[in-house]
């Protein structure tokens, strides 16, 4: 046997070894690479969700869940808008332009709405997370100022937010309550996640 052919054989050897195991590695590769994308339950809980309002009646709440967070419609009456005005001085943020939990442009304004009758935020406290409670009637209450004109109170820490979820003065709550992005498909259908068209 000469030397030529027994390198001929460990060519041979080599590259199918060499090959055998590129397929293998290929192999091994694509399902570890596949785990990178996304599972059809994550790309589930980051979608846009969407919400009927045309049973919402003035007054009432409605909530929803976006991205593993309650998320409130409220639709308030002319009075609880009302109340919005002249309340400024009494507020940390008025006009929502603290950068933790960043305002929409088409909720800047006194209502921090689109649609000034209705109100969409994050039912989340700025503070530690809890879940503030409705307290939408006027008037003296536990835990509220005797001039109370309605809006939401954090049992937690006893921070209190407007009819409009901004935060009052010397609260442990730093920030108004998160504005997600949202848009109105049509006058009865909201679009929670997406703002494209707002």
């Not at 590129?22 to 790309?43: L, Q």
């Not at 919400?51 to 309650?70: C, Q």
């Amino acid at each position: 046997m000469s030397d030529q052919q027994v390198d001929q054989g460990k060519r041979t050897w080599l590259i199918a070894t060499g090959c055998a195991g590129a397929v293998g590695g290929v192999a091994t590769a694509v399902p570890f690479v596949s785990t990178f994308t996304p599972s059809e339950r994550a790309k589930a809980a980051g979608a846009a969700v969407e919400v009927d309002i045309s049973a919402l009646k003035p007054g009432e709440k409605l909530t929803v869940e976006w991205r593993g967070k309650p998320v409130w419609v409220v639709r308030r009456t002319p009075e609880q808008l009302a109340a919005l005005k002249g309340i400024d001085p009494q507020l940390a943020d008025p006009a929502s332009d603290r950068t933790a939990y960043p305002t929409p442009a088409y909720a800047k304004n006194e209502a921090r709405a689109i649609k000034p009758e209705y109100l969409v935020v994050v039912g989340i406290c700025s503070h530690l997370g809890c879940s503030p409670s409705d307290k939408f009637q006027t008037g003296a209450q536990p835990s509220l100022p005797d001039d109370w004109h309605g809006g939401f109170l954090c049992p937690c820490h006893g921070s209190t937010f407007d009819m409009a979820g901004r935060v009052f003065k010397n609260k442990p709550a730093p920030d108004n309550l998160e504005v997600p992005p949202h848009m109105y498909l049509s006058d009865t259908k909201l679009l929670i996640g997406e703002d494209k068209q707002a």
